[in-house]
């Protein structure tokens, strides 16, 4: 399987926890995305990376939350101290942009890793 | 800021019905116009997409035609089977930026035999 993979897919963790979720994209993909999905709602973005480069964050990324793509390949997203409101489905996306244009505009998603902060 | 905005669901429909999920958009500028799927326990998947003003998407019989005058891209299906069911995300990537889509909130669809 070459898709987008994501762990762990399931996460159960108390309030003030530390948690970190990994994300695998399609290994040609230069550019990384992470959102986050409540019930009910479509997926909001939180930040990109291209290649080990991030270079847009979302308002909704307080200082709590922290990303890195070290080697432009996988990525990790840390949450520290964990709240209640922190609960969701954390998605990872991936596609390619080679120079000023994209060659495609298409995402393509890992399954997500759903957090429970109890 | 850009915007998607979707018809509530969920939409309840019997196999082989029509089915029509409405969208309408606002976005500065030439956006890509996409139709993403999400099964139950699974990431969204790509369903369709159109890149400019009459382009018609089209794929596993959905169809959705980049209306530039209504800002619409409507998602339409002849006739649904149950394996359809799952919610369905309309999404645009404005042009000119960094191409981030903007996401509606999803709707249901549930088919029944």
């Known amino acids: 399987d070459t898709g987008v993979s994501q762990d762990p897919r399931h996460k159960i963790t108390k309030r003030g926890q530390n948690v970190t979720f990994r994300c695998d994209p399609i290994s040609e993909h230069n550019r990384l995305y992470w959102y986050r999905q409540t019930l009910g709602q479509g997926p909001e973005f939180l930040t990109y990376?291209?290649?080990?480069?991030?270079?847009?964050k979302s308002r909704l990324l307080s200082d709590r939350f922290s990303a890195e793509r070290p080697k432009g390949s996988f990525s990790t997203l840390e949450i520290q101290r964990t709240e209640q409101g922190d609960s969701a489905m954390y998605l990872c996306a991936s596609n390619i942009r080679l120079g000023a244009l994209p060659s495609t505009d298409t995402q393509y998603f890992g399954p997500g890793t759903r957090l429970t902060v109890l | 800021g850009d915007s998607v905005t979707q018809m509530e669901g969920p939409v309840t429909l019997s196999e082989e019905a029509f089915l029509t999920i409405n969208c309408t958009y606002t976005a500065t500028g030439y956006p890509s116009l996409f139709w993403y799927v999400q099964y139950p326990g699974e990431g969204l998947q790509l369903l369709l997409k159109a890149t400019k003003a009459d382009d018609k998407g089209s794929n596993k019989g959905f169809e959705a035609t980049y209306r530039k005058e209504t800002t619409s891209f409507h998602l339409e299906k002849g006739s649904v089977q149950v394996s359809d069911s799952a919610v369905y995300f309309c999404?645009?990537?404005?042009?000119?930026?960094?191409?981030?889509?903007?996401f509606g909130r999803g709707t249901s669809l549930i088919v029944h035999p």
């Open positions: 999404a645009l990537s404005a042009s000119g930026g960094s191409y981030i889509p903007t």
């Open positions: 990376f291209q290649n080990e480069a991030q270079l847009e």
